[in-house]
């Protein structure tokens, strides 16, 4: 075995050993459901997603083989103080959900 396809047999052994990744959220596994159940089950749970990547046919049989999680982003307020007669920044963090990769076949 060459070094190059070693070094991505294990690259390979090593991402199927990981397991997913942590979400900054606790969320439902829906890797394996339909699309139609995966995003019943985020709208049920009240998780934001979006689709990140569809392969294939969408008229056909479509299956979620992955899931991100898409991290926070920063909004930012400006809020006047009415003792300090000027405008106080606020920030706050809102988790973006998560993304699903779908394949259709």
Known sequence: MTSAAAVTA???????????AASA??????????ESTARATLTEEGVPYTVLNRSGSASASCTVTE?????????TDMVYDHDDHEFDRVETQVW???GLVVLCN
Do not use: F, K
Request: charged share 20%; hydrophobic share 40%.
């Open 10 to 20: 294990a690259t390979a052994a090593a991402l199927l050993l990981a397991g997913p």
């Open 25 to 34: 959220e606790p969320v439902p596994s829906v890797v394996g459901m339909s």
């Open 67 to 75: 899931q991100r999680d898409r991290g926070y982003r920063t909004e």
């Open 96 to 98: 973006r959900g998560i």
